[in-house]
């Protein structure tokens, strides 16, 4: 018989009842550092106290009133979103997939509107993950994810990441623009080079077509900078966030230059619970902590510790892990062996970490992690490490 919660995911036979910072407990009692942080979302980790006290706060004086009014936690979010990035303007939704949604509507209607309705079309990468809407089903173009559901949507063009001849021969009198991830998250964390991204730019530039990028995993300070573009130099034309900006809360953020955001009037996109006073409230105190001095600094430090251990882990475990890759606290270990395999090992050792495509086991604990949290991290992936590795003869 099925289950009454729907069989979609296979969960591990663990539920959490409570959390701290980078812990968490079960039910049963047993403790676990957490360097999957709800998929990179739970940003400032569990019970953090500004953040909680700001929802419990929120919640106690109005939760949700619906976008037919001003609402005020959202004006102040917007602006200083514009205030720290290049965005002139933000729409807020709820999920990432609905902030890709919104950002290719905003891309086909900018094209739209500046006379040039033709250009509906966006290149994609191989690779990528944009979300499970059915429109983002097909900008993912991963037939696994594709499979049962119907025709894929029309107007996605996939070409090899990190190819720049492959975009450029992709571009076409349909194209509206390209959508890239600077770190592909799902397919294995693999990092877009910032010569690409600038690349990526220019040619957008050249073609007269919009840049527009799925910061949803790589934003909101995970790799130590507020989003991932800024490490090139770079500035796209439009932008989704979600994960980890409202630090677990759901939510979802579309930021745009005027020049983009300027085609999208009253009545044409939309959302109900978009933006409302509570989730705009999380919102803002995760802004509060990520924008405070000296923390996205702390992130790249951190990420720099983490990046040295995780160079001596494959160093010493040949037979285990083939190599590093990453940015910031968004990091992760290719395996020789089945990541399943080192997945289970790093739980017996009270780790939690995530797994990813291309074989890799997954790091991306919550941004508030301390450098001694680091440094049990990677005691733990050590003792996992030596439970997985092969006799040494084996290892030739
Ligand atoms: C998680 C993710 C999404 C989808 O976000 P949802 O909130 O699950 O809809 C889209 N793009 C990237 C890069 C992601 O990591």
Known sequence: MIAPLMPTYNRADLAFERGEGVWLWTTDGRRFLDCG???A???LGHNHPHLVSAIAAQAARVIHVSNLYRVPEAERLATRFVQSTFADSVFFCNSGAEANEGMTKMMRRAMHGSGKPERTRIICFEGAFHGRTLAMLAATGNEKYLEGFGPPVEGFDHVPFG????????VGPETAGIIVEPIQGESGVRPASLRFLRDLRAACDEFGILLGLDEVQSGMGRTGKLFAHQWAGIEPDVLAAAKGIAGGFPMGAVLAREAVARHLTAGSH???FGG???ACAAANAVLDVVLAPGFLEGVCRKGEFLWRGLTDLV?????????????????ALKCVIPQAEVQAACREEGLLVLVAGD?????APPLVITEPECEEVLARLRR????CRRPAEAVA
């Not at 190819?163 to 992709?170: D, G, P, Q, T």
């Not at 160093?315 to 190599?323: G, I, K, M, N, R």
């Open 384 to 387: 996992a490490a030596e439970r």
């Open 315 to 331: 160093a010493a475990f040949p037979s285990v892990f083939a190599e590093r890759r990453g940015a910031g606290l968004l990091l």
């Open 359 to 363: 074989n890799v086991l997954r790091l």
């Open 37 to 39: 942080a709800g998929i």
């Open 41 to 43: 979302t739970s940003a």
């Open 270 to 272: 939309g959302t109900t």
């Open 276 to 278: 409302t006073p509570l």
């Open 163 to 170: 190819n720049m001849n492959a975009v450029r021969e992709a």
